[in-house]
């Protein structure tokens, strides 16, 4: 069973701060990777995908993929506390059409 | 605007009482999803459908039927829920498996 691991947290951290997190996975084939916010009670929301190894920005967020060491992370610069949330990571299963979920980090931003 | 709907939003049954979530995307992806969420269990997919008239079973199948007669719908069936079932769940819709945009959820309780 492929597997995806993230800490679940939960993660605090100032306002203005930058977020950090990680997440790691076990299929060493996996070629694209995502991230989705979720607030509570509602759905998830994608934010973020990379393909390829080294960073990719987006406004606040940047992802950071590591193939090599099988990590990809999500980093939230000048954090804010819209930005509290559940943050999940998730790879796709390019065997069994389907992406698998880690379990989340829940990310506080505290004002 | 682009999205996935989901109804109804919030559902309280009866155990062996049949029901029907439905599930449309206005976005003429081909592949759909439908995943539950539980506490410490996290996103745990039940059947995706990769066009129409095929679709496959996920990680936790039991108990859930599909269909796929038009590209647009996705209807999740329960012929005799049970308490086990209840649950957050979610319709996703995607290119393949790549990007996938969730809808707003159903929260379903069995009594």
């Known amino acids: 069973q492929k597997e995806v691991e993230q800490n679940s947290g939960p993660l605090s951290v100032p306002e203005g701060a930058i977020a950090s997190l990680n997440c790691t996975y076990s299929?060493?084939?996996?070629?694209?990777f995502f991230w989705y916010r979720q607030y509570s009670g509602k759905s998830p929301e994608l934010i973020m995908f990379i393909y390829s190894n080294g960073d990719k920005e987006d406004g606040r967020f940047t992802a950071q993929l590591n193939k090599a060491s099988q990590y990809v992370s999500l980093l939230i610069r000048d954090s804010q506390p819209s930005d509290s949330a559940t943050y999940l990571c998730a790879v796709r299963d390019e065997g069994a059409q389907k992406l698998v979920f880690g379990q989340g980090t829940r990310l506080t931003i505290n004002p | 605007e682009a999205q996935v709907t989901q109804n109804p939003r919030y559902l309280i049954t009866v155990t062996g009482k049949k029901l029907t979530v439905t599930c449309s995307q206005n976005m003429n992806h081909e592949y759909m999803s439908w995943y539950r969420q539980d506490p410490g269990l996290g996103l745990r997919q039940i059947y995706y459908?990769?066009?129409?008239?095929?679709?496959d079973k996920g990680d936790v199948p039991e108990g859930y039927k599909v269909s796929r007669k038009e590209k647009r719908n996705f209807p999740l069936i329960l012929e005799s829920p049970s308490p086990n079932q209840t649950s957050l769940y979610f319709c996703?819709?995607?290119?393949?498996?790549?990007?996938?945009?969730f809808g707003p959820g159903t929260r379903l309780t069995v009594t």
């Open positions: 299929d060493r084939g996996s070629q694209s």
């Open positions: 996703a819709s995607g290119v393949l498996t790549y990007e996938q945009y």
């Open positions: 459908s990769m066009n129409v008239e095929v679709t």
